[in-house]
């Protein structure tokens, strides 16, 4: 029973690989086309997709603020305004703004992804617009534009 189950799959398997391998004609053939002396060549436009118009998420090399880290903490603690709606309620939290740093550097499109009340989001968008320009972010060794996120807090002393 073994020897007949084994040796029909076999047969089986055998026609299965003659069949996959078989010459087959019922390819479409195209129809030949011969260029005669009259006729010239069309040039064709192709579309080449605008890459330095996306915005990554990541970079290779990542938008830098001038002076680093310690320089960008430096500015928002500098020239950060408290609403004074929000000091007077004793309003504190962690506003998270992301935005674009373009290709030239220069910051662009803020947007308040959370935030704490309307008074601490507008402060933090306002700061995060008066940022001056960045070091550019690169892919592949071209300038492109890069979403960033900043924590923006306020804090009471």
Not at 138 to 146: A, I, R
């Given at each position: ?59 290779e090399v990542m938008p830098e603020f001038p002076g680093g880290t310690k320089a960008l903490l430096s500015f928002i603690a500098e020239n950060l305004k408290y609403p004074q ?73």
């Open positions: 029973m073994k020897k007949t189950l084994l040796s029909s799959m076999i047969i089986i398997l055998m026609g299965l690989l003659g069949a996959c391998s078989s010459n087959t004609s019922d390819k479409a053939s195209l129809p030949e086309q011969s260029a005669s002396e009259n006729e010239t060549a069309t040039p064709v436009a192709i579309e080449v997709p605008d890459t330095l118009g996306k915005t990554y998420d990541a970079a709606k929000a000091i007077d309620e004793q309003t504190e939290g962690r506003v998270i703004v992301q935005f674009v740093i373009d290709k030239t550097g220069k910051v662009s499109s803020p947007e308040v992804i959370r935030g704490v009340t309307s008074e601490l989001d507008q402060a933090a968008l306002d700061i995060v617009s008066a940022l001056p320009d960045w070091k550019p972010g690169e892919q592949d060794g071209q300038k492109v534009n890069v979403k960033y996120t900043l924590p923006v807090v306020f804090k009471l002393k």
